[in-house]
């Protein structure tokens, strides 16, 4: 079985999907790591070469002596009323169920699970609900959990005790 985790260090479980650079991925055969892998995420936030507008450095809403709009007027993304950019964009393309769903973000799903194809489980502390279901669509055993040790979630998958907490984990 292989096992891929999103990680940032390679040492502790990333609390969300979306926000993690890395794949540690691990080969169980006969209750025994027999091979372990940094793998890089090519997709999504952190792909190679690319940054999220507000990891780009002193560009984001809080840069140096910058103040967000929201804290000076009171209409920020989310003032009262205003829909946040990218899920009016997402109502305009028809989709209706929220963030992580629709064609884009079936295609970027898609994507992300090639990245790790050769895997049969994928953990992470959480995940949007969309992905969430794209991949388990695709094949994976998604797993989400508290547990924050990637050795001690290897040792829980190898025993059968890791606990999935999907449906408290999925935002």
Do not use: W
Request: net charge neutral; with cysteine.
């Amino acid at each position: 079985m292989k096992v891929a985790i999103v990680t940032t260090d390679g040492k502790t479980v990333s609390l969300h999907f979306g926000r993690s650079p890395y794949y540690k991925i691990f080969t169980i055969e006969n209750g025994r790591v027999v091979q372990e892998e940094m793998r890089e995420r090519g997709t999504g936030h952190f792909a190679h070469g690319r940054k999220h507008e507000s990891h780009e450095r002193g560009t984001g809403h809080f840069a140096r002596g910058r103040k967000h709009e929201s804290h000076e007027r009171g209409t920020g993304h989310f003032a009262r009323g205003r829909k946040h950019e990218s899920h009016e964009r997402q109502r305009q393309n028809g989709s209706s169920q929220g963030h992580g769903y629709g064609p884009e973000a079936d295609a970027k799903h898609a994507a992300m699970a090639e990245e790790i194809a050769d895997c049969d489980m994928l953990i992470a502390g959480g995940m949007g609900r969309g992905a969430y279901e794209s991949f388990s669509r695709a094949g994976l055993s998604v797993v989400l959990t508290d547990m924050l040790n990637i050795d001690d979630v290897v040792h829980a998958v190898i025993n059968g005790s890791l606990e999935n907490l999907a449906y408290t984990r999925t935002d």
